[in-house]
Each structure stands twice: as C-alpha cells, then as structure tokens.
Nanobody
Framework: QVQLIESGGGLVQAGDSLRLSCVDS????????VAWFRQGSGKDREFVAA?????????DYVDAVKGRFTISRDNPRNTVFLQMNSLRPEDTADYYC?????????????????WGQGTQVTVSS
C-alpha cells in the first residue's frame, strides 16, 4: 500500500529555494511513477513535474518551472524530491505528491492513484 507523506514546505522570499520531500511509508514506490502537483488558492490542481521509477528515471516538467525546479528520487529511501530554486510569488500553492503504477510519465491528475496530504509553499515578493 502506497502511503505518501510530503514535507519541506514553508514561507520564503522571492528568489529563495526550497526542497520538498515525498516519502512512501509503505515502501512500495520502486515500481511507481511519482509526480508533484500544486494548487493555488481558488485554482485548479496543476501538474508540476514527474519522474519514472524504472530505468534512467525519465522526467517531465511544466513549462513554468523548467530550469528552476528539479525532480529526483532516492530509491533506497523510497523518497522523491522536488528542488525548487528561484522561487516566485506565483509558485505559492499547496504542493502534493502523487503516485501511479508503471513507468509512463503522465500529467493528468486523474491518472494518479495515490496522493499525499500536501505541504504549503508561500513565496513573498
């Protein structure tokens, strides 16, 4: 059973960095694709980045974060990270980790079966 727990959110200033972590306490992420989504106040939940678990760990990013955010994984620790650099006020949102079986990258929220509770990121100008 996949059980995702996010951490690492906080209040930062524009230009600062944060690293979010997503740990699977069920220790089953090895064969799952994992993604980060975010949801700002009054907005829909949107895709941010994804990483496959198999092979070379292919990644995908929404254009708004390319070059600033990096998704990575630590297999032995069943953990996926989202390194966020050069943060902007528009990055303010609740960030969610999600997982789905298999090695196909996907951007649709309904393609993911398991979700964490989220961690809040606030970027002040």
């Amino acid at each position: 059973q996949v059980q995702l727990i996010e951490s690492g959110g906080g209040l930062v200033q524009a230009g600062d960095s944060l690293r979010l972590s997503c740990v699977d306490s069920g220790r089953t992420l090895r064969s799952y694709t994992v993604a980060w989504f975010r949801q700002g106040s009054g907005k829909d939940r949107e895709f941010v980045a994804a990483v496959t678990w198999l092979g070379g760990g292919d990644t995908d990013y929404v254009d708004a974060v390319k070059g600033r955010f990096t998704i990575s994984r630590d297999n032995p620790r069943n953990t996926v990270f989202l390194q966020m650099n050069s943060l902007r006020p528009e990055d303010t949102a609740d960030y969610y980790c999600a997982a789905k079986p298999g090695a196909k990258l996907a951007r649709g929220r309904y393609e993911y079966d398991y979700w964490g509770q989220g961690t809040q990121v606030t970027v002040s100008s």
